[in-house]
C-alpha cells in the first residue's frame, strides 16, 4: 500500500470515528455498519497524483426477485446524487448495493466525514424504502389468487 493511500485510509478512519465505531481489516480496508447496513471502504491510487476512496454499502439482500421492486430500486438510483445502486439477482433473491468512489485528498476532515456520511445516509434511506416494498409486495396477494 502506498503512503497516500495508507493516509487517506487513516484520514477516511478518524472522519468516519466521528460517526461509528470503525473496524480495520487485515488488508486495510476500513468496515462499520450505518445502522443495519453494512459498510467498508478502501483507497487505491488509480494514477500518479489520483487516490481515490472507494465506499460500497450493501443495502438489502435476499430481498424478493420481484420485478416491480428492481424497477423501483433503478427509479432509486437514478434519483441519486452520491453513488451508483447495483442490483444483483442470487439463488436467494435480490441483493442491493451502494457503491461511491471519489478523490478525497484535500479534504478536511469534517468535509470528509460529510461526504461519507451522505452516501451512508442515502444507502440506509434506501434500505429502509426497499424494505418497505419488499414488505408490500409480500403481503399482496399474487394474481389468480
Known amino acids: ?32 455498519r450505518h445502522g443495519d447496513v ?6 487505491m491510487e488509480l494514477a500518479e497524483g489520483l ?11 435476499d430481498l424478493p426477485d420481484d420485478r416491480d421492486l428492481a424497477v423501483s430500486a433503478a427509479e432509486r438510483a437514478g ?23 471519489a478523490p478525497a485528498e484535500g479534504l478536511a476532515l469534517p468535509a470528509l466525514g460529510t461526504l461519507l456520511m451522505l452516501v451512508v445516509s442515502t444507502a440506509s434511506q434506501l434500505r429502509g424504502e426497499l424494505l418497505g416494498k419488499a414488505a408490500e409486495h409480500s403481503s399482496t396477494p399474487a394474481a389468480g389468487n
Open 79 to 101: 434519483q441519486g446524487l452520491f453513488g451508483t445502486l447495483g442490483v444483483v439477482h442470487t439463488e436467494r433473491g435480490m441483493d442491493v448495493t451502494l457503491r461511491y468512489a
Open 38 to 43: 453494512p459498510c467498508a471502504v478502501q483507497a
Open 1 to 32: 500500500m502506498s503512503t497516500e493511500v495508507a493516509e487517506l485510509v487513516d484520514r477516511a478512519r478518524r472522519a468516519l470515528e466521528s460517526y461509528h465505531d470503525v473496524e480495520v481489516d487485515p488488508d486495510g480496508a476500513l468496515t462499520f
Open 51 to 61: 487516490t481515490v476512496l472507494s465506499l460500497t454499502c450493501v443495502v438489502a439482500w
